[in-house]
């Protein structure tokens, strides 16, 4: 061995194992499913290869509006989570000191001691006909008969809400703790009032935190099972679902795989488009 | 420096392969593939103690176990337990399964009937490849006060039972709906044009159908708690469902319908890359012991095809068994037929269908 | 807006203010008015109350009592927002996501200004602090004087009345410093602004201001000219704080009119100038020298007539061109005194260890009663 091949080994040697767990845990899988997405099944073991898949979502309006419903909810579970989350996160950042602060993250944190199934289940046990806050209308007198919270897309986007809360206040806590206070004092004392402070300093300055939160809550709500279906009821329609469908209970994994794809086109074209939109990089708001 | 990095990656990945093969050639294990209930903990303890193999339980229902065979082509598992219609269409198509060897089951301790029925229903290309395990049917669980109008699936959609019905939204539901308007589903198993109309007709009335219900349910325990709360008071669901329920409300219990239970039968199959099938015949013959069997239908709530496993069978059950199937009904069981391989595209279409429309 | 000309010529009043943080009190009855258009320093050592004071003054904190005027008009209880002042942050916060345009544009919107005239307006800011081309940078483009120079040109393109500003230079490298000292002076000057200057650097407040003000335990011992205070303190702490001084502590033996004994632990007699009013015999006293009222002299019949002698060794020459000093130790007291040596060029090869003669006269050496002064202020002294 030369000396001058040593160091080229030695890299090559300390990047294996990453390049294999990126090849074989990343790449290897998308390759295989969209190998699988492109192969139609003509007849019981027919298969051939072409875009039928794909077609039969554009065609099947069902799936089309599973699609775009799936889609326009995760980005109003973002938003409402977004507008939830950033009083608190201020709150938490900029006007607690000391120990209430880390209590109240604390508080955040909470719910995440159980799974999500638990989680779902307490929701359900609060929201239901014969549930808490149901008979505790009507015995308050507000209510004179059962009133179902279950079962309805706010039920849904709540539900969402609930399970996203903390993947947003993480990271505004973080970049709304990194802005000085004078930036804010200076921005009162040059004229600027409550609203202007906010939008013209605060907002901008913890942009990077509400646009990496924005991406992990739309990403969790978009690839949520359990929550949309164990809340949404009967008339819950989520894509995730329909994957689910397609691989285990309809034993099509070829069409399955091509939803698969098309909902990683889906949050990378919605992502793309926030980032534009905020003018924000990637590197920008996950570095 | 590199010498010494490169020998102790070797030595690593070494140490890992003689780990993984001294796993592999320690105590026999079986690894099972089945439903929740049927290798209770006492059952699985018993069969170490007679032959030294450990069960490993893996549980799970009909589509997962088909698709976790089919993603491995069928090995993981040394022995699975899907419903005997689902065994042919899966193994046409995917061939997952291995064919039985029969001289290796002790057919006497199976009843007869039940045993060629398994046989004729799992052979492909002459080849059986299942044998009878548990069976039940599914068919209305009822507040026998409340829904008392309730005798047949279609009598879901009265208004009497309005937003206090609870279905699932899967194959069974299809199938049983075209039962109770006068149709027969399996009779159409091989007419494809045939099943669609029928499939059609029956979404059509689930569509109807749809402002009735308070929710399809995906888990026995959600429906339980429905049932139990009192905010569904009519719902198709399994025999073992509504007998769970008898037991702690008197006027809930299994109802057969009028157009009648659909009948099921769990069966044992062995997986086509199953690595212990010795341990697989041995559980098989030791579970199909009539005493072993009451155990099983103990812990499952359902019976078994085992040959005189009556006797030893929980008289309460018995009882409630007897309530719920007087013997007309019994006669009525319409039992599931192989599914032929196409005819699950067509029922999800129409599922998928009746879920996206709107309840009024 | 109603001025009365009884207070038009000053922009800034405080009647008997006072802040305290629980048991704490920051600024202690203070009262003082800043004529208009002139430079005011607070000079004191951290935690006297002066950024206490300044903040009073931007309105970030309320006085629990007395009246704070601008122009005329009383500003208690009136928000940051809406005084005619304006601040520069001791860090500067200018904001990183805008750039230097927006930065001084950001006030004239929240002032409504007609978008159209904003870019003129801003222009003409960069014009008046010589970068003409920095608009279109960010923040992080600039060097540190450039942000400086920004961030006062953000507040007073507003024409505020009066602009604060909390130790701005603190972040700045020496050199830096002392070219921004003047800068700030001539920029105070162009746009002929009151500005109040925050410091604990008496030589930024000598060089820069009209009048100082020198602030300890929330009051202000004394308010006058860099002159004022450097030839005539009028407390020990003004004298030892502003400027650098010797100094020696002792009791009273003797006096005569002005002219008071000393004699310090170690048994050195001394002699100097009341500068309190109520000094008597055996009060503890402290005595002021300033290194330049020394005299040195390589023998001793050079200090004849001179009423405070001492013999010495030289301990240390600190060598700082025109700023030269000598540090020449006691050998009886071990009392170490500094000396600005002369420009004559005589002392020019001075050794350590070389003994020196010093001399001060008594006019120039003060005597004040002994001021209990914690061990920070005096690390904040020297």
Known sequence: MTNKTAPKLGLILLMAPLLIWLFALILLPHVDMFMLSITEKVAPRVYETGLGNYGEFFAEPLYWNTYARTAIMSILTTIVTLVIAFPVSYYIAKMLRGRMKAVLFVLCLLPFWVSELVRTFGWMILLRETGIISTFLQWAGLADQPIEMLYTDATIVVGLVYTSMLFMVVPLVTTLESLDDSYIEAGYDLGGNGFTVMREIVIPHAMPGIVSGCIVVFMLSLGNYLTPILLGGKDSLWFTEQIYAQFITRFNWEQGAAFGFLLLILSSLIVWGGLKLSRQTLSETMG | ????????????????????????????????????????????????????????????????????????????????????????????????????????????????????????????????????????????????????????????????????????????????????????????????????????????????????????????DALMNLVRSGEVTAAMAWDTGGWKLNKEMANVTFVAPKSGALGWIDTFALPAKTKAEDAAYKWINFVMQPKIAAMITAAAGNFTASKGADEFAAADLKKRFQSSFPAADIDNIKWYPPVPAGLEDIEGKVLDRVKASKSN | MSSSPRTSDFDLECHNITKRFGDFTAVDDISFSIPKGSFFSILGPS????????????????????????????????????????????????????????????????????????????????????????????????????????????????????????????????KLREHMKVELKQLQHNFDTTFVYITHDQSEALVMSDQVAVMNHGVFEQVGTPQELYYKPKTAFVAGFVGDTNRWSGSIKGMSGNEVQVETKDGLKLVATAADQNLAKGQNVDIFVRPESVVISRKSDALVGIENTIKGNVESVLFDGANSRVLVRDPSSGDKIMVTLPQTGEFNDLQAGQELHLGWRLAQAKCFDTLAMSAEQLADMS
């Not at chain 2, 592999?24 to 929740?36: K, M, N, P, V």
């Not at chain 2, 490993?56 to 040394?78: Q, W, Y």
């Not at chain 2, 492909?124 to 068919?139: A, I």
């Not at chain 2, 029928?198 to 308070?214: Q, Y």
């Open chain 3, 47 to 174: 935690g006297c109350g002066k950024t206490t004071l300044l903040r009073m003054m931007a309105g970030f904190l309320e006085p629990d009592s007395g009246d704070l005027r601008i122009k005329g008009k009383s500003m208690v209880g009136v928000p940051p927002n809406k005084r005619p002042v304006n601040m520069v942050f001791q860090h500067l916060a200018l904001f990183p996501m805008m750039t230097v345009e927006e930065n001084i544009a950001y006030g004239l919107k929240r002032q409504g200004m007609p978008k159209a005239d904003i870019p003129a307006k801003v222009k003409s800011a960069l014009e008046r602090i010589s970068l003409p081309d920095a608009g279109p940078k960010r923040i992080d483009q600039l060097s540190g004087g450039q942000k400086q120079r920004i961030a006062i040109a953000r507040c007073l393109v507003l024409d505020p009345d009066v602009l604060l500003l909390d130790e701005p230079l603190g972040a700045l490298d020496l």
């Open chain 2, 1 to 220: 420096m590199l010498k010494s990095k490169v020998k102790l990656i070797t030595g690593l990945l070494v140490g890992a392969s003689v780990f993984a093969t001294a796993n592999i050639a320690g105590a026999e294990t079986l690894r099972l593939l089945t439903w929740g209930g049927y290798a209770p903990k006492e059952v699985v303890a018993l069969f170490k103690k007679e032959t030294g193999i450990d069960v490993k339980v893996t549980k799970s229902n009909n589509e997962e176990m088909i698709a976790k065979l089919r993603a491995t082509g069928g090995s993981g598992f040394d022995l699975a337990q899907p419903s005997q219609d689902r065994i042919a269409g899966a193994q046409f198509e995917h061939e997952i399964y291995k064919p039985m060897d029969l001289s290796k089951i002790k057919a006497d301790r199976f009843i007869r009937s039940m045993l060629e029925g398994t046989k004729k229903n799992t052979t492909v290309d002459g080849k059986v490849y299942g044998v009878p395990h548990v069976w039940g049917t599914s068919g209305l669980v009822l507040d026998t006060q409340k829904a008392a109008s309730v005798k047949d699936y279609t009598d879901l959609c009265a208004a009497g039972v309005a937003g206090k019905v609870s279905y699932r939204l899967k194959r069974p539901t299809l199938i049983g709906f075209a039962f109770s308007m006068g149709m027969d589903p399996f009779a159409a198993y091989n007419d494809k044009a045939k099943y669609a109309e029928i499939m059609s007709k029956v979404e059509k009335k689930l569509i109807e159908c749809k402002g009735n219900v308070k929710s399809y349910w995906t888990g026995g």
